[in-house]
Antibody, heavy 119, light 108 residues
Framework: QVQLVQSGSELKKPGASVKISCKAS????????MNWVRQAPGQGLEWMAW????????TYAQGFTGRFVFSLDTSVSTAYLQISSLKAEDTAVYYC????????????WGQGTLVTVSS | SYVLTQPPSVSVAPGKTARITCGGN??????VHWYQQKPGQAPVLVIY???DRPSGIPERFSGSKSGNTATLIVSRVEAGDEADYYC???????????FGGGTKLTVL
């Protein structure tokens, strides 16, 4: 069965960096693109980006350029989100979500990774 | 950028029907998808392409679209349906995903 398993919670200080992983199993990783979605505490879902798992090319939402880097390691069927120069407002749960075969909605989600930025 | 508008909250008694709306400009031209999110859990797809259900989703969940509004319909509401619900479209002009602000469904 399809599974997306994300890395564990992170506590970071402002200015630090964090790298979150999302390991896929149960399907051929390069067949479906991957998305990342952010959810700040008590807030709604915010789409961040999608990454083509064949080419590694990401497409970003406004507001997620610069400090946010989306990458892949297809040899281990894993997608990564790295955030640099962390700010308190980056505190959120970050989800990876697989694109559906039609490429316009998200059929499987990771369990989420909580990133807390605090001094 | 494209905007989807949902009511912040909807309340319904057990056994009744809940309707959660999602409005957007020319939403009739877009495919609308719905997710359920219970506290502390990841979202789950409950409706795609306005009215299709993934396997494992009860038939009590359905969807419709008319004019500039899409609607998630939950029939015979149960206590376990209490959750946040989000609509979503893909904005092909910008190649980006868009979520509505979410609606908290409360079962009275």
């Amino acid at each position: 069965q399809v599974q997306l398993v994300q890395s564990g919670s992170e506590l970071k200080k402002p200015g630090a960096s964090v790298k979150i992983s999302c390991k896929a199993s149960g399907y051929t990783f390069t067949t479906y693109a991957m998305n990342w979605v952010r959810q700040a505490p008590g807030q709604g879902l915010e789409w961040m980006a999608w990454i083509n798992t064949n080419t590694g090319n990401p497409t970003y939402a406004q507001g997620f350029t610069g400090r946010f880097v989306f990458s892949l390691d297809t040899s281990v069927s894993t997608a990564y989100l790295q955030i640099s120069s962390l700010k308190a407002e980056d505190t959120a749960v970050y989800y990876c979500a697989r694109f559906s075969p039609s490429g316009d909605h998200f059929d499987y989600w990771g369990q989420g990774t909580l990133v807390t930025v605090s001094s | 950028s494209y905007v989807l508008t949902q009511p912040p909250s909807v309340s319904v008694a057990p056994g009744k029907t809940a309707r959660i709306t999602c409005g957007g400009n020319n939403i009739g031209t877009k495919s609308v998808h719905w997710y359920q999110q219970k506290p502390g859990q990841a979202p789950v797809l409950v409706i795609y392409y306005h009215s299709d259900r993934p396997s494992g989703i009860p038939e009590r969940f359905s969807g419709s679209k008319s004019g500039n509004t899409a609607t998630l319909i939950v029939s015979r509401v149960e206590a376990g349906d209490e959750a946040d619900y989000y609509c979503q479209v893909w904005d092909s002009s910008s190649d980006q995903g868009v979520f509505g602000g979410g609606t908290k469904l409360t079962v009275l």
